[in-house]
Nanobody, 126 residues
């Protein structure tokens, strides 16, 4: 059974940093694109960052460019989201996502991902 498990969320003051991790199990994801999405209360789930299978291509939503960095370690079947200079508007539940097998290109679209984690809460206080 495929599972994606996020960790690293929490409460942080504005300007602080957090590092989210997403560990995959049940199969290898070394040939899958992966991504991060977030959902704030009362809002739609939105794209945050995506990475292709090798880590050579990354995409970000404009609001996090220069502050967030997505990366992956295929030997550990894990992806990461380093979040710096956090703002109160970054407060949301963050979800890890993985594309289906051999969809290697990074994507900003929710529909391109088949596997989702349960989410981890990130709260940024002002």
């Amino acid at each position: 059974q495929v599972q994606l498990v996020e960790s690293g969320g929490g409460l942080v003051q504005a300007g602080g940093s957090l590092r989210l991790s997403c560990a995959a199990s049940g199969r290898t994801f070394s040939r899958n694109a992966m991504g991060w999405f977030r959902q704030a209360p009362g809002k739609e789930r939105e794209f945050v960052a995506a990475i292709n299978w090798s880590g050579g291509t990354t995409y970000y939503v404009d609001s996090v460019k220069g502050r967030f960095t997505i990366s992956r370690d295929n030997t550990k079947n894990t992806q990461y989201l380093q979040m710096n200079s956090l703002k109160p508007e970054d407060t949301a539940v963050y979800y890890c996502a993985a594309a289906p097998p051999y969809r290697i290109a990074a994507s900003r679209l929710k529909g391109d991902y088949d596997y989702w984690g349960q989410g981890t809460q990130v709260t940024v206080s002002s």
